[in-house]
């Protein structure tokens, strides 16, 4: 059947795909180690404490009904009471959401007008790139160090005007893995009270640090923060439950654009996800298991790569969340490779996929969380057999 005219609004025409899920089809191979994905591990997965906060929910018929565009309220008492220990003062209000990617968007759409620039660190996160790019905002990059967004780069872009939205993911960038320090958060906050833009802190990974001190969030230094978070990497992604905290002003508009968005969330997951999050006890040593795997999958990840490549391959000093961030300093041509990586048996996402204005041919991402030791250990055998 022939179409008439443009296929898709501009706006749709605007957004890239997701270079990771387009790897899927070379990556996910029988006999392929990948560590291309951001999956949590499988075998963490609170399967037993999911269903005895499903079985309770579902004694509840409410639990199966419509509920509240914001969320229910006992998860948003929960959440609340986090995030304002967190911050360190009881303030803001919250929205649940489908996933932290919900919140993004939504967000977007609420604080962005097409043309309004929102700065982005570079490499970037791709779903951010996405939500952007929907919006049809102008997107400008700054760069990341060890330290996390180069706070100091981001003056002549705000002095030049136009600038609504700074997007960070504030603890284990993903997919740079730096988190942002914290005399970087502060003049983030500082800068963000002088020129009058909002902060989106995005922080699924912040409860994954297996290394060093906690550090402020840069909401606890500034009311221009909206906060994002997630049940998916502490509890089970298939939850499909985020959340937004901040300023009841913009809150209350994301609730407009939420309820044509999707009028609710699930009652059902909902009430598993309060129950869960409710019982600190066990939420802390679940917490606490993952951390250890997860320390001790990035240390042996870390050490396999170091011990194959050497300086030839500078990789992030692993603290927490998912992710290796690495980098070639030989010129290797990390896209290029991955074709034949993939048939070595091992596969990754180059860091051209990440790029917000070109660039980061020669670095990758790695994922550690879903293999063994052993097998982090085999998957950079592999590896230094291509590259």
Request: with cysteine.
């Amino acid at each position: 059947m022939a179409t008439h005219g443009k296929l898709g609004s501009a706006a749709v025409r605007n957004v890239r795909g997701s270079a990771i899920r387009d790897l899927l089809a070379i990556t996910d191979r029988p006999g392929v180690i990948s560590l291309a994905g951001g999956l949590p591990a499988p075998e963490l997965l609170p399967t037993e404490r999911i269903a005895a906060a499903a079985a309770r929910a579902l004694a509840a018929p409410s639990s199966l009904q419509y509920g509240l565009t914001t969320g229910a309220p006992a998860l948003r008492e929960v959440v609340h009471a986090r995030e304002s220990a967190a911050i360190g003062r009881d303030a803001g209000s919250v929205v649940i959401t489908h996933g932290s990617q919900q919140a993004l968007s939504l967000l977007a759409q609420v604080l962005l007008d097409p043309g309004d620039t929102v700065v982005v660190e570079d490499p970037g996160y791709t779903g951010a790139l996405q939500v952007f790019a929907t919006v049809r905002a102008n997107i400008e990059a700054v760069p990341m160090d060890g330290d996390g967004m180069c706070v100091d780069a981001l003056r002549p872009i705000l002095e030049r005007g136009g600038v609504r939205v700074v997007h960070t993911v504030s603890n284990f960038h993903n997919p740079g893995g730096a988190s942002l320090s914290g005399e970087r958060r502060i003049e983030l906050a500082r800068l963000a009270d002088e020129f009058g833009f909002w902060i989106i802190e995005d922080d699924p990974y912040g409860r994954l640090r297996f290394r060093g001190d906690e550090v402020a969030p840069v909401a606890a230094h500034t009311d221009r923060v909206i906060r994002l978070s997630s049940a998916s990497k502490i509890i089970a992604p298939a939850l499909r439950v985020g959340w937004m905290h901040g300023d009841p002003a913009v809150l209350a508009l994301v609730e407009r654009i939420k309820q044509g968005a999707d009028l609710c969330g699930s009652s059902l997951t909902h009430a598993i996800a309060a129950d869960v999050l409710a019982d600190e006890p066990w939420l802390d040593a679940h917490v606490a298991r993952i951390r250890s795997v997860y320390g001790e999958r990035a240390q042996a990840l870390h050490a396999a790569l170091t011990e194959r490549f050497g300086d030839r391959l500078t990789l992030t000093e692993p603290a927490g969340g998912m992710f290796l961030w690495g980098e070639f300093g030989d010129g290797t041509d990390t896209a290029a490779a991955l074709p034949a990586a993939a048939d070595a048996g091992v596969a990754y996402v180059p860091g051209a996929a990440f790029a917000v204005v070109g660039g980061h041919s020669t670095a990758l991402r790695f994922c550690f969380t879903t293999a063994a030791p052993e097998v982090l250990f085999e998957a950079a055998k592999r590896l230094a057999t291509v590259l």
